[in-house]
């Protein structure tokens, strides 16, 4: 079988209806790689990278991978090429902007069963970084250098190469370093072997169209934009302060290159200065009450852009005393009685403030804004009460106010309380006796004793027209005996009288602890010449026996 040579001009037609192909899929290829890395940057975003900033736009990039290359429907009748598995790919680009370069690559496939496949080609590539995910495609012209599928050599002759890839920017080294996550490729290859032989082993046109996919490192080299200048902010704190005191200022630099050195220098318009690097000390002992400055310089480099300065200020004041206001809740009170007061002080510097008092009566401390006037012990009139307030530097302010100690007035005179009467005329037969219904107004007056026991109990017992005096006196003895016997009332807490005014009735008077009984007509009588009658009081029958 022997191989018929293919027109140079058809090859040249062929090759570039297929270096269309490619360049279009290369185009769709880099569409669907931005696609796919809106989510993929999603998880690069997610990554911790300490203090490593956001990868800027590199200038150059060195790639360097492993590659496999895959010939497909090529060949030299009746052989075909075969896939080479291990193989690299290294290339370098240049970058005009944040997109647009230009890129030299190599492809080196040394061993495999077509002996050999090498590129040396370069052409632009098209790049779109989005956080550290960089989708790109390239197109690629120039050499290709090929073995043939069954005894040519290898051989120099012409290709093109189109396809893309994905980088992912590494959190390390400053950003300077990339993983080629995959570069995939499309490759055509046109080589000239030279005349066919007659067993078809030697010679003919090699037309290859193959695939090549590789990963790898990239190193990514300078920057697109310079980076920003050196910023330099500086604080005081406090801002405000009085001679003597202390002021501590801060500086706070940003856009820094890490690995450069930093120097700082400090000057001030007034005190004693101390450098400590970003920060610095001043002492404002000696200083006149006014405005002052302090600056700070900040320098990583001599070159623009690597040192700057920053100015803050704050002030002396003239320290004026502390004002307070004294008050007195409640300003008038009874012997015994407290009284709060408060103290209302204030520092037109904001200096802390301490408080303390003192009273020409009574007893008062206290070391906040209100204290507590005691007034045991204390007698009646005007108590004068001081309130004190000193400051941090020693000045201080006093106000007064007064507490009056009113006399209080006498107790009300206890008066006497009439109780409840027991009428004795509904026994006809035993009209000295207590009836039950008697006994009831007994028990009442006997709870009110029990309850108020300082108090004592006048009876009055009358006797009618038709009866004798003794009959008022067995009246209260049968009401004493009651109250003494069953309800346990002190015998001494009761007095009994007699009345002139007729009536079969016994009258009872509470008379409180101070209060005085006011006799009238009523007297005292000896109760041993009383001769009594009968049962003094209502006994309960006897439960009957079964």
């Known amino acids: 079988m022997h191989l018929r040579p293919v027109s140079p001009v058809r090859l040249s037609s062929r090759a570039a209806r297929l270096a269309g192909a490619l360049l279009h899929s290369g185009t769709r290829l880099l569409v669907a790689l931005c696609i796919a890395a809106s989510p993929l940057s999603a998880v690069a975003q997610a990554v911790k990278t ?85 989708p790109f495609v390239h197109a690629l ?20 190469t189109a396809g893309g890839g994905l980088d992912l920017v590494l959190p390390i080294f400053n950003n ?19 005349p066919v032989d007659p067993a078809q082993v030697t010679g003919g046109i090699g037309d290859i169209t193959a695939y090549r996919l ?10 697109l934009t310079p980076p920003p200048p050196v910023q330099l902010g500086c604080t005081v704190q ?32 007034g005190g004693e200065l101390t450098n400590n690097e970003a920060t610095a000390n001043i ?35 003239n320290p004026a005393p502390p004002t307070i206001a004294c008050s007195a809740n409640p300003s008038t009170v009874m012997p015994g ?28 401390s206290g070391t906040t804004p209100t204290a507590t006037l005691v007034t045991s012990g204390a007698p009646s009139g005007v108590v004068t009460v001081t309130c004190n307030v000193v400051d941090d530097l020693g000045k201080h302010a006093s106000a007064d106010t007064t507490v009056t100690i009113v006399t209080p007035p006498p107790p009300p005179v206890p008066k006497v309380r009439p109780l409840c009467s027991i009428s004795f005329e509904r026994d006809v037969k035993r009209p000295v006796r207590v009836d039950n219904e008697g006994k009831a107004c007994l028990d009442d007056i006997a709870l009110t004793l029990n309850r108020d ?77 009383v001769k009594r009658q009968g049962q003094p009081y209502a006994k309960p029958k006897d439960t009957p026996k079964h």
């Open 50 to 134: 300490g203090s490593t900033p956001p990868p800027d736009f590199s200038r150059f990039d060195l790639y360097g991978g492993y590659a496999y290359f895959h010939p497909f429907n090529s060949g030299i009748t009746p052989f075909v090429y075969q896939p080479i598995n291990v193989g690299a790919v290294a290339n370098a680009t240049a970058y005009f902007n944040r997109y647009l370069g230009v890129q030299a690559e190599g492809s080196f496939f040394p061993d495999g069963p077509n002996d050999c496949y090498y590129t040396a080609q370069a052409g632009p590539v098209l790049r779109y970084q989005k956080g550290r995910l960089i």
């Open 141 to 160: 012209g120039g050499g290709a250098r090929a073995g043939g599928p069954a005894f040519q050599p290898c051989t120099w002759g012409w290709g093109i």
């Open 176 to 194: 300077h370093v990339a993983l080629r996550v995959v570069q995939a490729d499309f490759n055509y290859s046109h080589v000239d072997y030279g």
């Open 214 to 223: 590789s990963a790898g490192v990239v190193l990514r080299l300078g920057q």
């Open 238 to 269: 406090p801002t405000n302060v009085f001679p003597g005191d202390p002021v501590t200022a801060t500086a706070t630099a940003t856009n820094l290159e890490p690995k450069k050195k930093l120097s700082y220098t400090w000057t001030a318009s």
């Open 283 to 317: 002492n404002t002992a000696g200083l006149a009450p006014g405005d002052y400055t302090v600056s700070g310089h900040v320098s990583e480099g001599k070159r623009p852009g690597e040192s700057a300065n920053c100015t803050a200020g704050f002030r002396i004041h």
């Open 337 to 364: 009685d407290p009284s709060t007061i408060t103290a209302v002080a204030s520092s037109l510097e904001g200096l802390t403030l301490s408080y303390s008092y003192s009273s020409t009566a009574g007893q008062i």
């Open 453 to 529: 026991t300082t108090s004592k109990l006048v009876i009055v017992g009358r006797h009618s027209d038709n009866e004798t005096p003794d009959a008022a006196a067995q009246r209260d003895l049968n009401v004493e005996q009651y109250l003494t016997d069953e309800k346990g009332i002190d015998p001494a807490r009761i007095s009994m009288r007699t009345s002139g005014q007729p009536g079969r009735i016994l009258d009872s008077t509470l008379v409180p602890d101070g209060a005085s009984f006011t006799p009238g007509d009523t007297a005292t009588f000896d109760a041993d010449s």
